[in-house]
């Protein structure tokens, strides 16, 4: 079974950040499971709002069961991503999550908080863990599109006041980076300074990193090589910055737009080059593959890496 997600944070904090991986389909459960286990690195199986619409929770549940059958040396938790105060309580009363996120952002501060409080009362007896978020990133993620004149920086006092409030056991801060492939077209980056400010007025708790996709260049130029049509400057989160946001208080590190591009680079170059074949298991089994060796690069580069054998699976 998964472990609590808390389990997890406690012994990265400062040291290492936590994978947290987006998936919706076999193939990416598939790959993650078998890239983290081969590096041995404790992860998180997030599931968002879009996923459980395009695949069904029961689904993801019993592939992601499946899946730690086949990796039973696996030490993952089970996550519920950018959820609403509605589609938190259902993850909380399915059984299938570990933790849930409740994504209050764009709300006012005091609907924020008050929307907050509700979900880790609910959630807490559950033994269930909250992660929210307080300030507004810019980008897509999913249904959700926020403009880059709407993004606002998380305030540090702001931050303090707020887990006070709310009691929530992590906290998505908003220092820069942004969600999408178009990370820091028209922005100054990975905001450190601000991220030091909130770990000075919240030591020791765990903060969450969003849209930290690499978007590597190679990927954009291969996808638009094969017919795509992303603007050449798509960047992402320059990963020689993780190590200090590490040290700066971020325990879990959030993938997503990385694994889509895979996705789509692979396809799109495999049916160039193979225009006369129509099996669909021949670029998926590929996918898994190449899925697992993206997890197992960005467990390294998180330091992730080796400490699965620190935790235990058995132990819950």
Known sequence: MPLPTTDLYRPAYGQY?????????????????????????????????????????????????????????????????????ETCYQAIDSGCFTSVMIDASHHPFEENVAVTRRVVARAHERGISVEAELGVLAGQEDHLRVEEREALLTDPDQAAEFVERTGCDSLAVAVGTSHGAYKFAARSGLRLDRLAAIQSR?????????????VYPQEVARINAAGGALEPGAQGLDEKHLPEAIRLGVTKVNVGTDGRLLWTRLHREFFRDHPEKFDFTEPGRRYMGEYARLVAHKCRVLGSAGRAGTLSNTEH
């Open 17 to 85: 950040a936590i994978g947290h991986f987006n998936v919706a389909n076999m193939e990416q459960i598939l790959g993650l499971f078998r890239g983290a286990t081969e590096v041995q690195a404790p992860f998180i199986v997030a599931l968002s709002r879009a996923a459980w619409g395009y695949a069904g929770l029961e689904m993801l549940h019993h592939m992601i069961l499946a899946a730690h059958e086949r990796y039973p040396e696996a030490v993952f938790a089970v996550h519920h991503d950018h959820g609403s105060e």
């Open 202 to 214: 919240l030591p020791g708790f765990p903060l969450v990193l969003h849209g930290a996709s690499a």
